[in-house]
């Protein structure tokens, strides 16, 4: 079992910055593919990036130059670093983390079968 508790969120005036933080309780965090997904108002949840251990991470091209994450095996973390932040990017930001496994980058939600209780991020323009 893992859990998922993110931190991060806020309000921020478009072409800001924040970051995201998820911290995962449990053992063998280094074995987990984590991922961060948001989801907008009336929309459904889309895939933001995803990083797995020693892995490089693969970013939904909407983020890409913009979105950095990062993990710390060792704290078992992983964080969204989000800049020249834009309206569209208001949204629940969930973490989520899979021990499964394929060669190509996990996308799909379905993918995930942890999932943290998300974070409100809210660009104003």
């Known amino acids: 079992q893992v859990q998922l508790v993110e931190s991060g969120g806020g309000l921020v005036q478009a072409g800001g910055s924040l970051r995201l933080s998820c911290v995962a309780s449990?053992?063998?965090?280094?074995?987990?593919?984590m991922a961060w997904f948001r989801q907008a108002p009336g929309k459904e949840r889309k895939f933001v990036g995803t990083?797995?251990?020693?892995?490089?991470?693969y970013y939904e091209d909407s983020v890409k130059g913009r979105f950095t994450i990062s993990r710390d095996n060792a704290k078992n973390t992983v964080d969204l670093q989000m800049n020249s932040l834009k309206p569209e990017d208001t949204a629940v930001y969930y973490c989520?983390?899979?021990?499964?496994?394929?060669?190509?980058?996990?996308?799909?939600?379905?993918?995930?079968?942890?999932w943290g209780q998300g974070t409100q991020v809210t660009v104003s323009s």
């Open positions: 989520a983390a899979t021990s499964a496994y394929q060669p190509t980058p996990l996308v799909a939600d379905s993918n995930y079968n942890y």
């Open positions: 449990g053992r063998a965090f280094r074995l987990y593919t």
């Open positions: 990083i797995r251990s020693g892995g490089i991470p």
